[in-house]
T-cell receptor, first 112, second 114 residues
């Protein structure tokens, strides 16, 4: 069964706008990760946030984690056409399990 | 390191044939994952190896699927006999076991069973 689910399923914005994607999960976790997948390619790791962290930044990416609500968000600021891709959150199963389990992803289209 | 290497990139086979997908993980990584991606079901974990030992194979669809990891630098996923519903993109990923490590993905094998 899938642990995390992204929302929305699809997002279409103009270049320069911010893009926000959300992820909800079901059980306790050790960490939550966000990945990106360009069409026809493998997934690429973007950022990891531990369960005891609330916010993390990496370049134009900002990730938040609310363990009480079992949710996370990924914000891409000042989006570019090159950000067009699918974005996935991955959670582990908590405890001693570090197996990344993925949601269905958010498909982001950034129009130039 | 060249990253996780999967072969072949594309495979087209007839129903009933045996298919073998191959994966070379990143040197030094001790966790290896096989995933399957379809539009209907998203990205599903098939099997997880740690230190070459299968730890979790609960995602393997049925007995037609088998996976091996004979050594730290090679793994195979075999489907015998293949069926059209096995058509998907199969990804191999590797990582260092632990709470703060990312998984590195290969480019995937696009399997089409006709």
């Amino acid at each position: 069964s899938q642990q995390g689910e992204e929302d929305p399923q699809a997002l279409s914005i103009q270049e320069g706008e911010n893009a926000t994607m959300n992820c909800s999960y079901k059980t306790s976790i050790n960490n939550l990760q966000w990945y990106r997948q360009n069409s026809g390619r493998g997934l690429v790791h973007l950022i990891l946030i531990r369960s005891n962290e609330r916010e993390k930044h990496s370049g134009r990416l900002r990730v938040t984690l609310d363990t009480s609500k079992k949710s996370s968000s990924l914000l891409i600021t000042a989006s570019r056409a090159a950000d067009t891709a699918s974005y996935f959150c991955a959670t582990d199963r908590g405890g001693g399990s570090y197996i990344p389990t993925f949601g269905r992803g958010t498909s982001l289209i950034v129009h130039p | 390191d060249a990253g996780v290497i999967q072969s072949p990139r594309h495979e087209v086979t007839e129903m009933g044939q045996e298919v073998t997908l191959r994966c070379k993980p990143i040197s030094g990584h001790n966790s290896l994952f096989w995933y399957r991606q379809t539009m209907m079901r998203g990205l599903e974990l098939l099997i997880y190896f740690n230190n070459n030992v299968p730890i979790d194979d609960s995602g393997m669809p049925e007995d037609r699927f088998s996976a091996k990891m004979p050594n730290a630098s090679f793994s195979t996923l075999k489907i015998q006999p293949s069926e059209p519903r096995d058509s998907a993109v199969y990804f191999c990923a590797s990582s260092l076991t632990g709470a703060s490590t990312e998984a590195f993905f290969g480019q995937g094998t696009r399997l089409t069973v006709v």
